[in-house]
């Protein structure tokens, strides 16, 4: 099942956010990186997030390229937990069955989110769009020796949820 995009609300900041928040009144680390992300992304893509993307579609947000809207929407899902190749099964598993999006990113954070990351991360997600298949790319930000880097770690393809070698 595909849920139109149209039917989705644009990221606030406000009613969603305090929803997912803990008693104390602090997001859990996963949430800030969530939302770290859709506020670095918010100038060149309009972000779209909602609980039905997040908990049916397994997609933290789904963004659009201000500057190409000829582009395919790219779904991201966002974690900071490295090695949990469960997780990561599960969300293609599920773009597999409901075809949410064509083109998706699992992003894997194991460094700060700074403002610097988000020009190379907007690069990354148009190369996403612009890819010859439905698939979904893995990628790594983490510290390296000269700063941060982006890592393609594996690509699958959608259609047969196998893994593919390259992105075009």
Not at 70 to 98: C, N, Y
Not at 125 to 131: L, Y
């Amino acid at each position: 099942m595909t849920v139109p995009l149209c039917r989705q609300r644009l990221f606030t900041g406000a009613a969603w956010s305090a929803a997912r928040r803990d008693g104390a009144g602090r997001a859990p680390y996963g949430i800030r990186l969530e939302e770290r992300l859709k506020r670095g992304l918010a100038d060149e893509f309009r972000v779209i997030a909602s609980a039905d993307l997040d908990f049916l579609q397994k997609l933290d947000c789904v963004v659009r390229d201000n500057a190409h809207p000829e582009l395919p929407a790219v779904g991201i899902q966002i974690t900071a937990r490295a090695h949990d190749r469960e997780k990561m099964m599960a969300v293609l598993a599920t773009l597999r069955r409901t075809r949410a999006v064509s083109r998706a990113m699992y992003l894997v954070i194991e460094a700060e989110l700074r403002d610097g990351i988000f020009p190379a991360l907007a690069l990354l997600i148009r190369e996403i769009a612009r890819m010859d298949r439905e698939a979904m790319a893995v990628v790594c930000l983490r510290q390296g020796a000269k700063g941060l880097m982006l890592e393609t770690a594996g690509l699958f393809d959608l259609a047969t949820g196998g893994r593919v070698e390259t992105i075009h």
